[in-house]
C-alpha cells in the first residue's frame, strides 16, 4: 500500500539498546503522521509525541510505503516549520499521555 503524505525519514544514526534507529515525522500533522503508522502496524509506543522511533530493519518498509528521505537536519527544519517540533518536556508529556490512552 503507497501513501501520498509528506511523512519524512531521516537516516538510521542513532543507536540504543543494541540497534540503530531513525525519526519519522509529519510534516502536515500528527494526525498524518499517526494514520501512516497505523496503516504499517507501528505501534503506538514507538510514538515520542511528534516523532516515531523507527528501528532501521523497518526503515526500508517505510520508504516502500511512501516515507520521504532527508537528512536529520531537514527533517528537525521541517519539523519546526510546520509548527510541530515540541520541546523535550512537551514530548515527555504527550508520551506518557499516549502511554496511557490504551493505544498499541
Known amino acids: 500500500m503507497l501513501w501520498r503524505v509528506a511523512i519524512l525519514i531521516d537516516e538510521a544514526r542513532w543507536w540504543f539498546q543494541g540497534r540503530k534507529w ?3 515525522v509529519s510534516d502536515v500533522s500528527y494526525d498524518e503522521l499517526l494514520a501512516f503508522t497505523d496503516g ?3 505501534p503506538r509506543s514507538a510514538f515520542q509525541g511528534d516523532h516515531f522511533d523507527i528501528p532501521e ?5 517505510m520508504i516502500e510505503a511512501g516515507a520521504v528521505v532527508v537528512e536529520s537536519r531537514e527533517l528537525v527544519r521541517r519539523l519546526r516549520g ?3 517540533r515540541l520541546s523535550p518536556h512537551e514530548r515527555r508529556a504527550r508520551t506518557a499521555a499516549n502511554d496511557h490512552s490504551g493505544h498499541r
Do not use: S
Not at 530493519?57 to 518498509?61: A, G, L, N
Open 22 to 24: 531513525c525519526h519519522m
Open 40 to 42: 504499517l502496524d507501528i
Open 57 to 61: 530493519e523497518y526503515r526500508d518498509d
Open 82 to 84: 510546520a509548527g510541530l
